[in-house]
């Protein structure tokens, strides 16, 4: 075929289609998203206020989810928690989307050493341990959501660079960017403005499931400690603290868990219904 | 009013491991709960009796760490002291001196010692073991925290073997009780004291693998060997662990459990609780009285008056623990009455005194309250006093630092505005508690020393007549109370959890054990 057409651009679609075959995928991250933006809106009283003599109360008419040991109201505490872990969602994938994929761009771009070097940075990166370097992070800083998840986000380069670079790679000797080439475009520009757009897709996928991933790690940091600092609550905080009245209280840690894990399940599941959308748009 | 559903919730909630098995039922629960069964009988056959703590030790030496889970491994077994405190008496039993016999105007005391008595090492005991470890807690080189206990002594000298006599400069009506503290050290291995100590008592050192665990095993050629073969400390710092441990039997013993666990335990069938008497500890906030804005009493006093003491101890401790805003217990001849209820929980008048202070909404109270991890009731205690201070418009974080860190930033360094702590009251010796690393005149965690304080500790803990005695030490407290350099907090007893077989454990009031009765 010599037709010169650039691949479907693939956003018209997809949400239409995730919610048709996925429609608990789209339940679940919208309550998330309206938890995260609306929670201290949503929220029937203050997540950090203690009352002692409301301390761990069962859910109740005033208290939904009930309270925890300091009296504090564990539906408003949960609502803030979100917003902590969508931030969590966006640095990592702002740290790990930007660094990746300017990484892999560039790399499957141009190829020969240019590719060489940065595909070993890349592995370099690849072989940290993502919680040691958390940790060290936290250790020479001082512990705070931004530090911690900035250590998750430089984890979650290599996802991003491999994904683009091997689009890149694809893309380089398609017709479209010969025919670029052929106009006089640079190879920078040819990457910004032919390359990148293409691999959206891919990269929103992984997004989805790196920033699922970035919600565990969060969750895991504040447990130790290392992460969100107190008064202000997070899934893994709220965890920490609901363990020690897991016998006295146990629905405690058992909100904070299912919450947890639905947010998880509702960001896997969008992703791998983004990632059928995709391939069957490129098929 | 929530208490009810509480207890009638854990009720319902906590099964023991065992019925948990049990309701799983099948084949395969039945083979691990075999071998569980196996792996307990096995331990306990072997009689090594295994004790679940919170956070690890920090040295070996006896005379250099105050720390609580120290006193009740290291210290307790394999090192003796003089005299031992009795906690029903409160009066002193004899350990390593058999009597003593004090000289009718009080300044000399005489000891005599144990016959017998060895070092694990195989070498004797003796009198010049004595007077090297009282002179070597006096040296301010050493640097011993334990050695405001031992200001009133002027000489320590031995008389012949078996015969120690200490000089005082002045009397002092607790000095057994101050003796009962400092352990007895083997000049001879001194140089291996951080690595491997050599003791008299009833168990000799065998290993400690930091974070993790510490061996002791029992010393024969003690003069009343102690029933179990050995002791082995496991550092838990979760206390939902420790108290699992002790549900499926890899646990016989936890010590120093928290409000929460006690209730957790009373539910569960075969573990019991082991305590002392209710005035034993007290958790407070030390101030660093020496850094601004907290070098202004106002800010302190402010600082008392925003924390509802009465609230805390009723849902945190379970109402096990006792509001109080003055260390000394209502227990002790020595109390100022009507000083408990002092400072009730008033955040306008916080607010007022920060005010005074210059601090207001707009010109907000910048301060970071240190807490050490482990110790699950001081974090709580820290983010209450958060909460009420930032309600207030102050802005108060709340750091949480493993146990060593924490010690560097509040003891060695010292940097911090605010921490959580505890401490023991002493109920034996009025002298005891301002002689502790919290309120003693020469050094302590606040850096608190107005003038004429020192004085007044040593007159107080020198004044034979007990009624003046009395009068001084109310003196000292109002003297606390009104300047604040730390707030008391409650008044709580040690809890040790444990099983019938364990419930022999004496718990000594100064945090000095007796291991020796427990047979498994």
């Known amino acids: ?126 072989g940290f341990p993502t919680v040691l370097v958390a940790i060290v992070i936290v250790a020479l800083l001082s512990p705070s959501l931004t530090n911690a998840m900035i250590a998750v986000g430089l984890a979650a380069v290599p996802d991003f660079a491999r994904v683009a670079r091997g689009v890149a790679i694809q893309l380089r000797e398609r017709e479209f960017i010969q025919a670029a080439r052929g106009l006089g475009m640079g190879e920078m520009r040819i990457l910004a403005s032919e390359v990148l757009p293409n691999m959206v897709g891919p990269l929103i996928i992984i997004a989805s499931f790196d920033g699922a991933q970035a919600i565990m790690w969060e969750a895991a940091l504040s447990f130790l400690g290392l992460g969100v600092q107190p008064p202000y609550p997070s899934f893994g905080s709220m965890l920490r603290e609901a363990q020690n009245f897991l016998a006295i209280q146990p629905s405690l840690a058992i909100t904070v868990g299912l919450t947890v894990s639905a947010i998880i399940l509702g960001l896997n599941l969008l992703g791998d219904g983004l990632s059928d959308y995709y391939d069957r748009s490129d098929k | 009013m929530t208490k009810p559903t509480k207890t009638g919730l854990a009720g319902a909630a906590v099964m023991n491991r065992a ?217 838990v710092p979760d206390s939902q662990a420790r108290l699992a441990g002790l549900q499926d039997g890899s646990l016989q013993m936890v010590a120093l459990v928290e409000g929460k666990d006690v209730i957790q335990a009373q539910s569960s069938a075969g573990i019991e609780v082991i305590q002392t008497k209710p005035y034993v500890l007290y958790e407070n906030f030390n101030i660093n009285t020496k850094r601004a804005p907290f070098d202004d009493k106002r800010v302190r006093q402010a600082l008392a008056f925003a924390f509802d003491r009465a609230a805390y101890t009723k849902s945190i401790w379970f109402g096990f623990a006792r509001p109080t ?41 910048t301060m970071e309250i240190l807490t050490p991890t482990g110790f699950d009731s001081l974090k709580s205690m820290a983010l209450v006093l958060q909460d009420n201070l930032n309600r207030i418009g102050h802005k108060v974080t709340v750091r949480e630092l493993e146990i060593t860190v924490w010690i560097d930033r509040i003891l060695t360094k010292p940097d911090y505005d605010l921490t959580t702590n505890n401490y023991n009251t002493g109920p034996e010796d009025p002298a005891s508690m301002f002689n502790s690393p919290n309120l003693a005149p020469t050094a302590n965690v606040s850096l608190w020393n107005p003038p004429g304080y020192a004085d007044l500790v040593g007159k107080a803990a020198a004044e034979i007549d007990p009624k003046k005695q009395v009068e001084l030490y109310q003196e000292l407290q109002k003297l606390l109370l009104e300047e604040m350099p730390q707030i008391t907090i409650d008044h709580l007893p040690l809890f040790f959890l444990g099983s019938e077989a364990t419930k022999s454990l004496v718990i000594g009031p100064s945090g000095i054990d007796d291991y020796k009765k427990i047979a498994l």
């Open chain 2, 19 to 235: 019925q948990f098995l049990k309701l799983l039922g099948g084949s395969a629960f039945a083979t691990m709960t075999g071998s569980f069964g196996l792996t307990t009988a096995a331990l306990a056959e072997g009689g090594d009796l295994v004790v679940g703590i919170s956070s690890d030790i920090k040295t070996l030496d006896p005379q250099m760490s105050p720390l609580d889970v120290f006193r009740h491994t290291i210290r307790s077994t394999v090192f003796e002291a003089l005299v031992f405190i009795n906690p029903e008496t409160l009066s002193a039993d004899p350990m390593l001196a058999d009597s003593w016999q004090k000289s009718d105007d009080g300044l000399t005391w005489t000891f005599n010692l144990k016959s017998g008595v060895t070092w694990h090492n195989g070498s004797p005991f003796t009198a010049a073991d004595v007077v090297y470890s009282i002179t070597r807690v006096q040296d301010a080189k050493v640097g011993s925290p334990f050695a405001p206990q031992l200001t009133a002594i002027s000489k320590a000298e031995a008389k012949d073997d078996k015969t120690v006599v200490l000089t005082l400069a002045h009397t002092v009506p607790g000095l057994l009780a101050n003796l009962a503290v400092i352990q007895i050290v083997n000049e001879a291995s001194i140089g291996t004291i951080t690595t491997a100590p050599v003791g008299t008592g009833p168990f000799k050192f065998a290993n400690w693998a930091p974070g993790d665990r510490i061996r002791v095993e029992k010393y024969d050629g003690h003069r009343d060997p102690p029933k179990v073969a050995a002791i082995e400390w496991r550092i």
């Open chain 1, 1 to 126: 075929m010599t037709e010169i057409s650039a691949p479907a651009r693939p956003q018209r679609g997809a949400v239409a289609y995730i919610l048709r075959r996925s429609p608990v995928a789209a339940l679940l991250v919208a309550l998330f998203l309206i938890a995260a933006l609306l929670g201290p809106w949503l929220a029937p009283h203050s997540m950090t206020d203690t009352n002692l003599g409301q301390a761990l109360q069962p859910p109740n008419a005033t208290y939904w989810l009930g309270t925890d040991a300091l009296g504090r109201d564990v539906l408003s505490r949960l609502l803030g928690s979100a917003g902590i872990a969508a931030q969590a969602f966006l640095i990592v994938v702002l740290t790990g989307g930007v660094l990746g994929t300017l990484f892999g761009l560039v790399a499957g771009g141009i190829g020969g050493l240019t590719d060489l070097v940065l595909s070993r940075v890349i592995e370099i990166l690849q």
């Open chain 2, 325 to 365: 805003i003055n260390p000394v217990p209502p227990e002790m001849a020595t109390y100022l009455p009507g000083s408990a209820e002092q400072y009730p929980f008033d955040l306008d008048k916080a607010a007022a005194l920060l005010a005074e202070a210059g601090f207001s909404k707009d010109k907000p109270l």
